[in-house]
């Protein structure tokens, strides 16, 4: 029963086809709920930095329904996106409509497409981790894996990182430097991994070749069927998405940095390098994201058994709340620069 409550991500959808049925406001339902209700909520509901005791860990670490959660929600991005195609180019829409539906289908590209790509991703099963490449490839971002498992994870809160957001870095600044290094980035690590399986790099096996092929495919496909408006609008739905991600990165690792050591190497990952947060419906709806420092310590760990540790660095309020904070740089730097200096 323990794993119901992360059905809570399916108010997200419920709140997209509230946008996709309707006109004028109601089209900014998704967007009300996720950067107004969630975080108000947030606010007045105790946080819960309760963990599982080892018994409890390992039985809730083979419950396979936290998986099948996950699994759901693939197909209901895949109907999401394929009834976004029809519905934004309906006859009559105004203005107002039209990026009303835009930005409920950017949030869904971020919250389920990139963030449950983002779980599956990390799996060692190759079909849980084709199912996180099918979700990320709804918001073109599959090179967010190859980057994130081998570059993040190994460079995290250091210079090297492109997704550490550096202090005293402004947000609209952070999103263009994460996303266009850590493209970079996963060219690089994909050419290394197959020098060093003595293959040239233009290969099957690079991952990057097979996911720029399919993003070829994919708009293509949309261009095909449904014509050069749909297709705008379901890249600008994507870059919503991304945006969201590079929002999220940015708050997780915002100027935490390791030490380095007279040979100049870095220490190990430990849970003082990322911020935590463990405000109740965020924590949720984004399957236990805010619990990030542990997921970096063990990168394997499935969402449903991470921790809260004391010696996390907290967020004030739930990742949301953040993301909104984020947005206004002086009153980010302000509050971030002061917990800073408490580590």
């Not at 039209?98 to 919250?111: D, L, P």
């Not at 389920?112 to 490839?137: A, C, F, P, Y």
């Amino acid at each position: 029963m323990k794993a119901l409550k992360y059905l809570l991500v399916f108010t997200i959808p419920i709140t997209v086809y509230i946008s996709f049925t309707s006109t004028g406001w109601l089209t900014y339902i998704p967007l009300i709920y996720t950067f107004f209700v969630v975080p108000i909520s947030d606010l007045f509901l105790a946080v819960d930095a309760s963990n599982f005791n080892k018994e409890q860990e390992e039985i809730e670490k083979n419950n396979k329904l936290y998986n099948y959660i996950l699994y759901l929600t693939l197909p209901t991005q895949i109907g999401f996106l394929i009834g976004f195609f029809f519905v934004i180019q309906e006859s009559g829409l105004s203005l107002i409509d039209y990026t009303g539906r835009i930005f409920a289908m950017g949030i869904m590209c971020g919250v389920i497409g990139i963030n449950v790509g983002h779980e599956l991703g990390h799996r060692n099963n190759r079909l849980e981790e084709l199912l996180g490449e099918i979700l990320l490839m709804t918001s073109l971002e599959t090179h967010f894996l190859p980057y994130h498992n081998a570059g993040h994870h190994f460079n995290v809160a250091t210079p090297n990182d492109a997704a550490t957001a550096r202090k005293n870095e402004p947000v609209y600044v952070f999103w263009f430097r994460s996303q266009i290094m850590s493209y970079i980035q996963a060219w690089q690590l994909e050419n290394r991994r197959m020098k060093t399986s003595e293959r040239s790099w233009f290969h099957p096996q690079n991952k990057m070749i097979i996911y720029t092929i399919c993003h070829f495919i994919l708009l293509s496909a949309i261009y095909f069927f449904f014509g050069l408006n749909v297709l705008f609008a379901f890249l600008a739905a994507a870059i919503i998405g991304i945006v969201l991600l590079e929002t999220i990165n940015y708050i997780e690792h915002y100027g935490l940095l390791r030490k380095q050591n007279e040979r100049g190497r870095y220490e190990r990952v430990k849970h003082i390098h990322s911020w935590n947060s463990n405000h109740v419906i965020g924590k949720l709806v984004l399957f236990n994201l805010s619990r990030h420092s542990d997921h970096h310590y063990n990168g394997s760990k499935h969402y449903q058994i991470l921790k809260s540790l004391p010696e996390s660095p907290q967020m004030p309020t739930g990742y949301p709340g953040m993301m909104l904070l984020s947005l206004v740089p002086p009153l980010w730097f302000k509050l971030m620069n002061k917990k800073l200096q408490e580590i």
